[in-house]
């Protein structure tokens, strides 16, 4: 509406919707929103009805390494891919690069983490992880205990494994877009 410099009045009636369907929309003690009036929003805005309704896209911040290291740096304007199916909240994707992970994951597949700590949680271990090392490392491993305090091992599922590695922060996979499935331009 701020862009298009339009009232919500107005933007109802060009819309084709009802005069208080805007304002309804605004309204946090409602929680019936209809599709129909989301469909009509998203062809006047000439948008998609996942943007309409606050499903955007994913950003893909950078590449994951199932190999080698892969140093991890946010861009201003990275690519964006499609949010998974019921996935809310705050998200991040990244693209694998490597085979040490093979066959779980390939060269290419998208995964989908949620980065909203530093550390390691003890819930971590055993489980599928991105994780960011000391030395600006970021790994698709299987994240176990070091045999240090403090340290990790990064478990790949065919090469060796990373020992006692210090961890800057680590969390678990939560959804993979395969190569094949990934949209390209």
């Not at 009802?18 to 469909?39: C, M, N, P, S």
């Not at 994951?105 to 998208?110: I, N, R």
């Not at 494994?161 to 499935?181: G, K, Q």
């Amino acid at each position: 509406m701020d862009k298009r410099d339009i009232k919500r009045k107005p933007l109802a009636k060009q819309a084709g919707l009802g005069e208080t369907a805007i304002r309804d929309l605004f309204d946090e003690k409602r929680h019936d929103v209809r599709v129909g009036t989301l469909v009509k929003l998203a062809e006047f805005f000439d948008v998609s009805l996942d943007h309409i309704a606050g499903r955007d896209p994913v950003p893909l911040l950078g590449k994951i390494g199932a190999g080698g290291a892969i140093l991890f740096e946010e861009t201003d304007e990275p690519e964006c891919v499609p949010r998974p199916p019921l996935a809310a909240g705050r998200l991040m994707a990244l693209e694998v690069s490597g085979d040490s992970m093979l066959p779980k994951y390939e060269a290419g597949d998208v995964i989908y983490v949620r980065r909203d700590h530093d550390g390691v949680l003890p819930e971590y271990l055993g489980e599928y992880c991105a994780v960011c090392t000391a030395d600006g490392g970021t790994f698709l491993k299987i994240l176990a205990p070091g045999t240090m305090p403090g340290r990790y091992t990064l478990r790949s599922l065919n090469a060796a494994d990373m020992m006692d590695v210090e961890v800057i922060w680590a969390t678990p996979v939560l959804w993979v877009m395969p190569r094949r499935s990934r949209p390209r331009p």
